[in-house]
């Protein structure tokens, strides 16, 4: 079991253009969660998600943040037209169910912009 | 409202010194507690949990519920043990997010 795939690793974006993270979660995991971790902060809560629903995007910025996480292939983090401040670690984690399960991290992909 | 608080940035003790990480938290209703561990250049990865009641790598955390605190502890400190600890909280009606504190890093000096 590969464990929860995260590409890239690393992502350097202009201002103004896209940014798309992927997450591949664990085998048999169907809850998928994204984290944002600020320089010097710890991780924040972004949004949770299950096959092709989202369940609690409370954490997610109102404006050019969205996921998803279809019936087929990897959940995808989508940020439009980035800006400095959307330069962070973005963690992706799994779970096989919501109740007393825990969460598996990802490597995460490190966003930076210019 | 939910808040983890983790107030050492940093932490060094000797090889064979006992560790406290200290972790408080803030939850008004039944939290569940954990802490996570990331070793230099590897992912995140689960510690333990309070449910668990377990010890893993000599490490063992106790919920204290009147204390609002979840220190996680070791008796002798090894230098494998050098890493990021995070705790992090999960409460009953936070649906299946965590609340991560910022982090302590551990250094255990040889």
């Known amino acids: 079991n590969a464990g929860v795939m995260q590409n890239p690793r690393h992502l350097v974006r202009r201002r103004g253009q896209e940014a798309r993270l992927r997450c591949s979660p664990m085998k048999g995991h169907s809850h998928v969660y994204w984290y944002r971790q600020l320089p010097e902060e710890g991780l924040k809560f972004m949004v949770y998600l299950q096959k092709e629903n989202i369940i609690d995007e409370s954490g997610m910025p109102k404006e050019r943040f969205s996921a998803e996480f279809p019936k087929e292939g990897p959940s995808i983090l989508r940020i439009q037209q980035v800006v400095r401040g959307d330069s962070a670690a973005y963690f992706c984690a799994s779970s096989r169910g919501s109740v007393y399960q825990p969460q598996h991290f990802g490597d995460g992909t490190r966003l930076s912009i210019l | 409202a939910q808040r983890v608080t983790q107030p050492e940035k940093l932490l060094s003790v000797f090889k064979g010194a006992p560790v406290e990480l200290k972790c408080n938290y803030s939850?008004?209703?039944?939290?569940?507690l954990f802490w996570y561990v990331q070793y230099s250049r590897q992912r995140l990865q689960l510690l333990l949990r309070h449910i668990s009641r377990e010890s893993i790598k000599g490490f063992t955390a106790d919920l204290n519920k009147g204390e609002t605190s979840f220190h996680l502890k070791k008796p002798f400190a090894q230098e494998e043990d050098s890493a990021m600890y995070y705790c992090a909280l999960r409460g009953s009606n936070t649906g299946n997010q965590f609340y991560f504190g910022t982090g302590t890093s551990l250094t255990v000096i040889p």
């Open positions: 939850y008004s209703g039944s939290p569940e």
